[in-house]
């Protein structure tokens, strides 16, 4: 793969993931000789760490660097690739730049792909021309498939893509609601479950669209103006959970992934599990409603799955705990976490009796642990 390059053009991400030491190694300011140890990876770094300081040496202003950095992120070690492309906490555009890198590698292929960061829209890039075994895992994630429209119109016009696959893809988006008449393997689907009528009829009543809903209820394009603004007056709220209910699949998963906070509250609700982990795994998503579904004894295994999964989020002490009180909670996840735990709270869960069993018991082996006195080996 050749990379063009345009001096306007200005990295998506900064470099304060880097301890301070690091920085020096990307900073256009910085010798040559600094930037293209980092561009030969000779500097010492975490495998995700190493990825985002290779992208963002792929806009340094010398050529030299952009060159050796293309050669070295084109064959990465596969220490560095397996642990990083798995990983999800890797900036999104990093992991973009390398799904391109990587298109034409089955094994790294399908870890960028399952990779819940990795951007649609790169996805959709390579889903055109990839190998047989990563458009089937591309085809798998239905997800992806309802939220962006790209991804089923370039895995349609992919010569290596079987025709069971793409046929079957087809016939779930339409369930679905998803209207792509330029795609004429969706027509065919719609025949198929609708009868050769369908070929000439317009399609059913499909409900408001996702950006007929964002214009309608006025909600912000950008998250930072979503968390600022206040909160929607009830009746309004109550109005826009009516439009939601109407709304074929495919539409909520696009409100889910840019809408509000009202309207992710209404869809991480829905009956159907894809619009949940749509809601999520959102980027607008905030810690607040993240915390409110680990508490949640409702929440479905899907979303709590996404949860205690992100490591960003254990980061966050109210979910970590939340995650432990849950009982929805796989054991092994709750015992694991118990164990980063603050004194006084594996106080309270060793006395709450609303926790689970196992969680209960396990706080009190680790209180009594504490309280016994410590072995002199010395006597």
């Not at 301890?19 to 900073?27: A, C, G, R, S, T």
């Not at 952009?66 to 990465?76: D, F, G, H, I």
């Not at 992919?158 to 609601?177: H, K, M, T």
Request: hydrophobic fraction near 40%; proline fraction near 7%; charged fraction near 25%.
């Amino acid at each position: 793969m050749t990379e063009s390059f345009d001096p306007a053009q200005v990295c998506p991400i900064t470099a304060d993931f880097l301890p301070e030491n690091m920085k020096k190694h990307v900073d256009p300011k910085a010798p040559v000789p600094l930037r293209m140890m980092a561009a030969k990876a000779f500097i010492p770094l975490n495998p995700a760490d190493m990825l985002s300081v290779l992208f963002i040496l792929s806009y340094d202003p010398e050529a030299s660097v952009r060159e050796q950095v293309l050669k070295t992120a084109s064959a990465l070690q596969d220490r560095t690739a397996s642990s990083g492309f798995r990983d999800e906490e890797v900036h999104p555009p990093v992991l973009g730049w390398f799904t391109r890198l990587y298109a034409n590698n089955d094994v790294y292929a399908e870890m960028l792909v399952l990779n819940g960061a990795t951007p649609d829209d790169a996805i959709a890039a390579i889903a055109e021309n990839c190998s047989k075994r990563t458009a089937e895992v591309i085809g798998q994630n239905q997800l992806r498939i309802l939220r962006h429209d790209g991804i089923l119109r370039s895995l349609s016009r992919n010569p290596n893509a079987v025709g069971a696959l793409i046929d079957g893809i087809c016939d779930f988006a339409v369930r679905s609601g998803l209207i792509l008449d330029d795609v004429p393997q969706m027509m065919e689907a719609k025949v198929r479950l609708f009868g050769p009528q369908a070929a000439t009829q317009p399609p059913p009543q499909q409900g408001p669209t996702a950006d007929q809903l964002m214009q309608e209820f006025g909600m912000p394009d950008a998250a930072e103006a979503d968390e600022a603004a206040p909160p929607m007056e009830e009746t309004k709220k109550l109005s826009l959970s009516k439009r939601i209910m109407s709304m074929n699949v495919s539409e909520k998963i696009k409100l889910a992934t840019k809408g509000n906070k009202e309207a992710r509250g209404i869809l991480i609700r829905d009956s159907n599990k894809l619009v949940s982990v749509a809601v999520i795994r959102s980027p607008r998503i905030t810690d607040g409603e993240v915390l409110t579904q680990a508490q949640s004894k409702t929440c479905i295994d899907d979303v709590l799955r996404v949860i205690y999964s992100n490591r960003e989020w254990l980061r966050k002490y109210a979910i970590k705990l939340a995650l432990v009180k849950n009982p929805k909670v796989p054991q092994g996840v709750s015992m694991r976490l118990m164990t980063t735990l603050h004194e006084h709270d594996v106080k309270g869960l060793a006395k709450d009796k609303n926790v689970p069993g196992s969680v209960q018991m396990l706080a009190k082996k680790q209180m009594e642990k504490k309280a016994a006195p410590k072995r002199d080996d010395d006597k």
